[in-house]
């Protein structure tokens, strides 16, 4: 079951009240979620309840995704507010630097709270920011033309398209090496998450500029691409492993650029290793 909590966020032009959506169960050693654009904190699903026997896991909706709602008025989508909110959120479950993972936008995120040291491990699942001009026009593009087709679609649209193998494909091939494996109220929900994120225009354009040049020391840092990715292609991880010469870099067979439900075993397993 989802819960909810808001909490203050430090912001240049003062203080800002953010509100999150989450999902949290499990015990141990914190471990926090962090989906990518467009997507929600059930992305994380397929390999859940396999982290939540070793972990206490947190995935949560990223603000203006899923079930959160947009950022307030006067506080950017940027690396410096989400950052530091994520932190916040932290603060506020009582939870001292988790492991994190994260998926594309999500991975971005998660090596930056890696070089705040917000953190104690990072895996990065086809991080943002290690992309070319052209890979970022083109990656952009993608993410704009799904959007666009999601919000063009009605919902009863949807529910057709994702009832049968073909239609599932159709709406999800760009992001999943086997959308066939979606169930159909999986394919239909994260259809509408994104025809219905708030934060989505905003986060896209505040992303037109990032490119992630630090190392990341100090910490286990796993970097891992799916080489079937069609949307963050996987030479990307090639820039990755050099900008972090002590990451583990790590191929993922067969998946997309949402691995987790391409082969969850093998996702849960890089998780769990980079943790420990």
């Not at 396999?50 to 307030?72: M, N, Q, T």
Request: hydrophobic fraction near 45%; glycine fraction near 10%; charge should be positive.
């Amino acid at each position: 079951m989802a819960a909810e909590v808001s909490f203050s966020v430090a912001s240049p032009g003062g203080p800002h009240t953010v509100t999150i959506s989450y999902r949290r169960a499990g015990a141990g050693e914190p471990l926090l979620l962090l989906h990518g654009i467009g997507h929600h904190r059930q992305a994380w699903d397929p390999v859940f309840e396999i982290l939540a026997a070793e972990h206490d896991v947190i995935a949560v909706d990223l603000p203006g995704f899923g079930r959160s709602p947009a950022l307030p008025d006067g506080m950017a989508y940027g690396l410096p507010s989400v950052v530091p909110a994520l932190g916040a959120l932290c603060d506020t479950l009582g939870i001292e630097r988790p492991h994190v993972a994260g998926n594309s936008l999500g991975g971005l995120l998660a090596l930056e709270l890696g070089r705040e040291k917000l953190v104690r491990s990072v895996t990065a699942l086809s991080p943002g920011g290690f992309w070319s001009p052209a890979e970022r026009r083109y990656a952009f593009a993608t993410l704009l033309a799904m959007r666009q087709g999601a919000r063009l679609l009605p919902r009863p649209a949807i529910e057709r398209l994702a009832a049968s193998a073909a239609g599932r494909t159709a709406l999800t091939s760009t992001i999943y090496a086997r959308p066939w494996r979606r169930s159909p109220e999986a394919a239909v929900a994260e259809t509408l998450a994104l025809r219905d994120a708030t934060g989505f225009d905003a986060t896209l354009a505040a992303g037109r500029d990032v490119l992630f040049q630090d190392d990341v020391t100090g910490l286990p840092v796993t970097v891992a691409w799916g080489t079937r990715d069609r949307l963050l292609l996987r030479r990307q991880g090639i820039r990755a492993k050099h900008t972090i010469p002590g990451a583990r870099l790590i191929r993922l067979p067969g998946c997309g650029h949402v691995p987790m439900n391409d082969d969850p075993a093998l996702v849960a397993r890089v998780i769990l290793d980079t943790c420990r």
